[in-house]
C-alpha cells in the first residue's frame, strides 16, 4: 500500500496516494513513514491542518522525524503561523545540527512570506483608502493591457509605471495587481521584449522600459525578485539581452542582475532559475568594452564566484567557450579594458580553488602562453599593466598549485619572466613574482640552474632582509629549492649571508614555516668548506637544540632543525662543546639518525 501510495504521489493524484496511505495505517498503526507520506500529499491538496496532525503523529513514533518536523513547518507557513513554522525548523536543527543549510533555506523562506504578506495587506489598505499611488499603479496596468497598442505606446506607458514605483507599497501593488504577467498577457509587449538581435529602435526602447520597470519593483523585495525570475521569457532572454550588443540594453540589464548579485538570496535564485554555463564567457566578454558595462560586469562576476552552483556550472564549459576567450583577452591585453581585465584575471584565479576548474587552466598551454606575453608587455611599458601584471602573476601562483607536462616544458619561461620581474619598484608584483618563482623551480632543474645563475640567491638574500613576511615566505622557500639541488647555491648564500646573520635571524622567528625553511637552507649550506666553522661564534646550536626538541606544531621544524644540527657538528666538531655544555647529545644522537636516513 505504501508503494501503491507512492506511485500515485508521483503521478500527481494526491488524493489517491492519501487514501493508500489511510489503507497502509489502518494495518500498520505506527508506521512513521506513512504519516509523514501522508503528511505530504495533504500538502499537495492544501490540507494543511490534516498535514499538521499526521506529523504529529510520526513525531509519536519517532520523536527525531526530520520529515516530520519540516513538512509541518512547511503547513505552518502555509496557514500563516509565521512562529509556530520556526519553531518547527528550530527543532529539525535540534534534532540534526548538519541540516544547517536547509534550515537556513526553510527560515528565510517564513521571513521572505511574512514580510510578503504584511506588505500585501498595506498596500491593499491603501488601495481601499484611494491613496493616489495605489490607484495609479493599478490605472497604469490597466491601460497597458489594452491590446493592439502601438508598441512605442507600451513603451511610454511602462516608463510611467517604473515613475511611479517609489516603495515597497507600489512594488507590493505591481504584484498583486498581476503586473508580472505583462508579458504573458499582451502578446505585442512579448514580441517587442523577445525580438530578435536585429531590434527596431521601439523595441530597443520597449526592452529598456521593461528593464527599468523591473529594477524599480523588484530593488529591495525578495518577493518581486523570486517571481520575475519564475517568468519563462525573462528566463530565456537575460543571456539574449546580456549579449545584445545594444548598450542600452546590456546597461540596464546587467543593473537588473546586480540587483540579485548583490545578496545571497539572490544570487541563489539565479542559480536555481538560470543556466549560468555561459554567464561567465558572456559577463567575461564585457571587458572588451571601455564604459561602465565591464565594471558593472565584473562587480557581477565577483559576487556569482561566492556560489557552489556557478562555479559548478563553470567547468563544463571552460574548454569550449571560456578558456579561448579568456586567452583571447589576456594576449589582446593592450586594447581592452585594463582595470576590467584585471579584475577578470582574479576572477579566474578565485575560480581556480575549484580543482577541476584549475586543472584544467593549468594544462592550457595557450592560457600560460598569453600570461607570460602580458607579462612580457609589462616589462616593455610598466605603468600600462601594472594591474594586469599584478593579476596574472596571482593567477599563476594558483595554477602552479598543479603539477603537469605543460607546466615543466614552460618552467624555464616562466622562471625567466619571473627573474626579470625581481627588480620592479612595485613590491606587490616583486613578491608575487618570487611566490611564483618558488613554485616553479621545482618543475624543472634547468629552471633552477638558470636562476642560479642569474643572481637569484643574492635578490632572495636582499628579498629576506627588507621584506613582509609573505615575501621572505616565498623568497626563503626559492632558496630551500635552489640549494636542495644546486652546489652553486648553496655557495652564493654562504657568500651573501655572511656568517648566516639572516638564516639565523629567520631561525629565531615565529612563523613556523620560517623557521623550518630557515633550519633546511643552514643545513644544506653547511657542506660548503668553512661555512660550519663561520657560526663558531654564535647561539647557533643553542637555537637549533631547542627546535629540535621542542614541540612545534610543523614536524619539519624539528626534522629540519635535529638534521642541521648533526651537519653543524659533522663540519665542524668543535660545535660538539656547546652541545655537551647544553646536555644535548641525546638530541644529537637522534639527528644523526635523521642525516644517515636522508
Known sequence: LKEKGNDAFRKGDYATAVQRYTEGLEKLKDKQELYTNRAQAHLKLQQYEEAIGDCEWALKCNEKCLKAYFLMGKAHLALQHYSESRQCYQKMLQTDPQKQSLFKDCM??????????????????????????????????????????????????IRLLAAAVKGCTEQTLFRTNNGFSLLRDNEAVRRGFCAERRRSSAEVDL???????????????????????????????????LSSGVAEIQEETLALISLYSENEYGRRL??????????????????????ARAGRAMDILSALTAEERFVAQCAPGLPTGVLPLFTQLLASAQLVNQAALARCVGIVGSLCAAVGIRVQLAECRECWQACLQLLDQ??????????CCFAVLGLMMNLLLESNVVIQCLALDISGRCMA????????????????????????????????AGGVVKKMIRFLKVGGEITSTCALRTLCICTRSSRQAQEDLV????????????????????????????????????????????????????????????????????????????????????????????????????????
Open 421 to 452: 620581474l625581481l627588480g620592479d619598484k612595485d613590491g606587490g608584483i616583486v613578491t608575487r613574482a618570487t611566490g611564483v618563482l618558488s613554485r616553479i623551480l621545482p618543475a624543472a632543474s634547468s629552471a633552477v640552474e638558470a636562476a642560479v
Open 207 to 241: 526592452a529598456v522600459a521593461l528593464l527599468l520597470l523591473w529594477q524599480a519593483v523588484c530593488t529591495g523585495n525578495e518577493a518581486n525578485q523570486h517571481l520575475l525570475l519564475s517568468d519563462p521569457d525573462v528566463k530565456a532572454q537575460l543571456p539574449e539581452l
Open 378 to 387: 609589462y616589462l616593455s611599458s610598466p605603468p600600462q599593466h601594472q594591474q
Open 270 to 291: 539565479l542559480g536555481k532559475h538560470q543556466d549560468l554555463t555561459s554567464w561567465l564567457q558572456i559577463l567575461m566578454g564585457f571587458v572588451h568594452h571601455s564604459d
Open 108 to 157: 528565510n523562506e517564513v521571513t521572505l512570506e511574512e514580510k510578503r504578506m504584511t506588505a500585501e495587506e498595506r498596500a491593499r489598505e491603501e488601495a481601499e483608502s484611494g491613496k493616489l499611488p495605489a490607484v495609479s499603479i493599478k490605472e497604469l496596468l490597466q491601460k497597458l493591457n489594452k491590446p493592439d497598442q502601438n508598441i512605442l505606446y507600451y513603451a511610454g506607458g
Open 495 to 598: 657568500k651573501a649571508d655572511k656568517r648566516f646573520r639572516v638564516l639565523l635571524k629567520l631561525l629565531d622567528s615565529e612563523n613556523e614555516t620560517l623557521v623550518g625553511n630557515a633550519a633546511f637552507c643552514l643545513g644544506q649550506c653547511l657542506a660548503v668548506p668553512g661555512a660550519a666553522t663561520s657560526l663558531l661564534d654564535s647561539n647557533v646550536v643553542r637555537t637549533l637544540l631547542k627546535h629540535a626538541g621542542g614541540d612545534a606544531a610543523r614536524t619539519s621544524v624539528q626534522e629540519n632543525s635535529a638534521i642541521a644540527l648533526g651537519k653543524l657538528c659533522v663540519a665542524e666538531p668543535r660545535h660538539l662543546l656547546q652541545l655537551r655544555k647544553l646536555q644535548g647529545l641525546a638530541i644529537l644522537s637522534s639527528s644523526m639518525k635523521h642525516v644517515h636516513s636522508s
